[in-house]
């Protein structure tokens, strides 16, 4: 089912079952209010006759067949027809029931369709005979029945016991309060009605407000799927849709961008390939013509040179397109620091540089991978080694955080590439692909750190004191700030 159905179905099914639920309700309660009314009215208008009008001796009891002319048999009858007269009830009838009876006779009778004659039996109430016996032995001697349809029409029954418990005088009252409520419950069927088609258009009009944006997304996966990458997600908004929008944006010009740098690798891995095999050609076949075994020798140590060369390229790029499995754990940060700077100082000794290691006496721990440490920080030490002869390494706890610093006595970034130092194939060095700082940030936020070129002005080409590369790791926060070393120098403090 589309989403433009299943709303407009939802807010149907929802506005049927509120306003039925409502409209139930009300017409239950009215229903009872109204009933306990009549109830009420019905027992008050028999009480009071009862009472007041038929205070009944056992002289009604020895009332028989042929005594319709007797004096008392009349004055009943006429406070009978006064009552129905007065538009109280519609029939009014004096009755004998004696417990256990399953009938009851008639003393005295008015009901202008049918005069029942005394002793004949009451066929009106014989369906009520449990309610009688209610009546007869309750305190107050009073009873009403459930609502019953004869003629067309609904009536109750009031039952009020007289003389000796076993005269019971009994009225029938219309039921006409039901004729509002069934005009109720058919308004309340054609508010549900209008409520349905009202939420039907609103689901309609809603749902297809939100199908034809996420119709825009689908249209824009499906694009990007195509690899048309240039159009943008025209949707405006701060709701939820407009927020996927610009979420799939960002991820269609990261894809983009990642296109860019797999075709830019690619045209690199291309040309830092083709520039080894060309020279190996050249020195392959000067061995295979030279007969001098020292010039040959030669030859093929150039060879093997640009062999490692090229080998050397072809891991850089391996590593920065297929970068190892990230195990986090906590270690101390020294051990993998100081490895990494024990390759980089033997090589910059034996090139007349230093390298300058300055790490706290206390334990530096921090939740990241100890070989990754080590690779991130061997690249770094490289990278600063290529560019000045002295460098320096130190560590320290910053804000709960492990911080290595590696500075060069280099000539520095210059200022147009610092916002692009990151990203790959970005360099001004000669040798390599660019990828060193691409695969130490890769590294670094693979164990959810960063890794920073710092401000001031260490890092500028103008200043002269090189480039300063800052690392930071998650590490413990109840060690304190300065590692059992000293406090922590500020950002920018010069060294």
Known sequence: MRLRNRFAVFFVTFAVAISACEGWLSYDASRRALEAELDRRLLDVAGVAGDLSFRADDALLLLGRGDEDNDTWIHYQALLQRLRAEGYVDRADIFRWEPGDSVATVLVSVDPRDVLSIGQELNQVAAHIAVIEEASVREDGRATTELFRSGGRQYK?????????????????????????????????????????????????LAGGIASRLEVLSRGALRIQRGAMDRPFDLEGEDEVGRLARAMDRMRTGIQRRDEQLRLMLSRVAHEIRNPLGGLELFAAAAQETEDPVERRRILDRVRKEVRGLNAIINEFLGFARPGPTEPQLHDVRESAGEAAALVQADLERRGGALHLDLPRRPLLAMADPIQVKRLVLNLLRNASQAGDTVWLDGTMVNGEVRLAIRDNGPGVAPEMRERIFEPFVGDKAQG????????????????????????????????????????LSGPEDLPDDGGRRPAAPENAAR
């Open 157 to 205: 029954y009031g039952f009020v016991r007289l003389a000796s418990g076993r005269a019971f005088l009994g009225v029938l009252i219309p039921a006409d309060h039901l004729e509002p409520l069934t005009r109720l419950g058919w308004t309340v069927v054609g508010l549900s009605a209008g409520a349905a088609v009202l939420a039907a258009l609103i689901g309609w009009r």
């Open 433 to 472: 692909a660019g990828l060193g700082l691409a695969i130490v940030k890769e590294m670094v936020e693979a164990n959810h750190g960063r890794v920073k070129l710092a401000s001031g002005g260490r890092g500028v080409a103008e200043s002269g004191e090189g480039a300063e590369f800052h690392v930071y």
